[in-house]
């Protein structure tokens, strides 16, 4: 496991091993019921968090999850050097209005729901470079907010297909330096751009699991492990259907991750029933990640976890136009 | 100007000082009359690139600079470790899209008209830190596609604000590398969010105009420079108004950036009559800064740039809440 080189295949090995030395996150009231309820810091009780429009509130909670991941570490808003984000909404607003409230350096990212993974991934890739000290990855998502902008006004009470997946409403972020205690960051497989030629926007899980399979593939031969190496091997927004699929893509290669893998779609919420394959957006993973499996890493009941947001970079005009979903799927490993 | 800091205030200097080793640019029939039509790979007689949407023709253009980039580099795609790029469509389905005919990694950025600069930084961060041999950054816009996304559909021919300003159709690509010839990288200023209440969704320019001005001046500051030390200060979109409220804002605070100075969304039209103010949009700086300013640094007639592209991180759904214009713009400088 030991491995010299920076770059093997799409895998960028960290040379210092930068730290994810504390995290933020919120989550809405049905999320908040769920399993990561115990370990956010602060559930809602109204989706509307105080403000008058979704997207609005949808913005508050990033900048909630950031301004408590920064307090969790016990610094200052200027001691953080730049701060990676970007969310689902057009122009990513939620995290170009988050940054106005911080007067740090941002660099905007669009990832789709694999937003958390990327911000990771370039966040650590800075600090162990050295170019900064200390970083900010952060992304969220509003079920209401997705819903009018991807779907259809909810006033209109349009029924859900059984394929489909609920939008999350929550935020995560993390603050990675090179400093500190904290979950390592090992390396990072770059994803690349995987189209099985779904063109179905209610069944992201199916379509995003071959950009999952490809990326998990790609890590375990670049890094050379197999999948019982790691303890978790998290998923971001598959769903239950789209969780079933990636490991039979995975199985068909060889690579047999039924024993370890959990989909954070999947877990997210208490009981899927309304939410059908469970749960997506950017907020999913970030949310998951940051709270509950951050969590059991610190408290060493997981000592290496490979997590793999997915996206599916669709947008309505795409689809409208009849193009299938081009997907994307990021990967970060994580030890203590 | 020897300083072996890696981070100074906002601004990142590169160990080993990366090249552009080449570019690729593609231009519209509007924007090919203008000064760029000596410059670019390719100037379309057809603003539809064959296609039958806008979106399509737009995504086609930024495949052909990305491809253009790789051939005048002399390489092959298998080449390329990984492709940062970003667009002004929702979602960024151009750049999504176009990373979909490329079988490499795919790291999406959204950062508005400031996308080049932000590309480049990136791309040249994972490049100078060795963690990619060679990156292509890219981006570009189309004029049509823009207007239906972000204004009017073009068939009910709205009436234009004399201070609204003209989407430059095109993009551009460049190949970034730690070997080979080109025009090194030296530093690059990360920009933060600035907004000064702007509201006029038609008035970019005076909305972009501060956040370029900060970047500007925390440059100078952070790397003890004087405007005089640059023979070109190129900003990205501000167009001719934006570019007065630039030059007064550094004048205000002690820097005479008025020399030297010049907006690519001043010059990359012949004539600024229908386009009011002058061009925007992301394929603005890109395809100046690609094609004409990177031809004359290889030339030597340019020996320091400073490249500031500008975005307006706005949408839609923000400016029809009622929120005001958070902007920003990223710099690089660039030296042979």
Same mark, same amino acid.
């Given at each position: ?173 993390? &603050?990675? *330096? !090179?400093? %500190? +205690?904290?979950?390592?960051? @090992? ?6 751009? =995987? ?121 309505? &005009?795409? *689809? !409208?136009? %009849? +193009?299938?979903?081009?997907? @994307? ?6 030890? =203590?």
């Amino acid at each position: 496991m030991q491995i010299q080189q920076t770059l093997r295949g799409h895998t960028i090995f960290f040379k210092k091993q930068p730290k994810i030395i504390s995290s933020g996150t919120i989550a809405g009231p049905k999320e908040s019921a769920g399993i990561v309820g115990n370990y956010v810091d602060k559930a809602l009780s109204d989706d509307m968090f105080g403000e008058n429009t979704f997207e609005k509130a949808e913005c508050k909670m990033l900048s909630y999850a950031i301004d408590q991941a920064i307090s969790n570490a016990g610094l200052n808003r200027e001691q953080i050097d730049v701060l990676f984000s970007g969310d689902l909404l057009n122009q990513i607003i939620s995290a170009s209005f988050a940054a106005r409230d911080f007067a740090i350096p941002f660099l905007g990212v669009y990832s789709a729901c694999s937003t958390m993974s990327e911000s990771i991934m370039l966040a650590s890739a800075m600090v162990d470079a050295g170019y900064v000290n200390t970083a900010v990855a952060a992304t969220g998502s509003h079920f209401a907010s997705a819903e009018r902008q991807y779907r259809y006004p909810l006033e209109q009470g349009t029924t859900r297909p059984p394929q489909s997946q609920w939008t999350v409403t929550g935020a995560g972020a993390c &603050v990675i *330096s !090179g400093k %500190g +205690e904290g979950v390592k960051i @090992i390396n990072a497989t770059m994803g690349k751009v =995987v189209d099985y030629g779904v063109t179905d926007v209610n069944n992201m899980g199916a379509a995003m699991a071959p950009a999952c399979a490809h990326t998990l593939i790609q890590h375990f031969r670049d890094t050379d492990t197999q999948p019982e190496d790691y303890d978790l091997i998290l998923s971001g927004d598959l769903g239950a259907l789209g969780s079933r699929i990636l490991k039979d893509l995975c199985w068909e290669k060889g690579f047999d991750i039924s024993n370890n893998h959990v989909d954070c779609g999947e877990i997210v919420y208490k009981v899927i029933e309304d939410e059908f394959q469970g749960g997506s957006g950017a907020g999913c993973s970030a949310v998951v990640f940051n709270s509950y499996v951050l969590s059991k890493l610190k408290g060493k009941l997981f000592k290496r976890v490979l997590f793999a947001a997915t996206g599916a970079l669709l947008s309505t &005009v795409s *689809s !409208g136009q %009849g +193009e299938s979903i081009p997907c @994307i799927s990021h990967a970060v490993q994580l030890e =203590v």
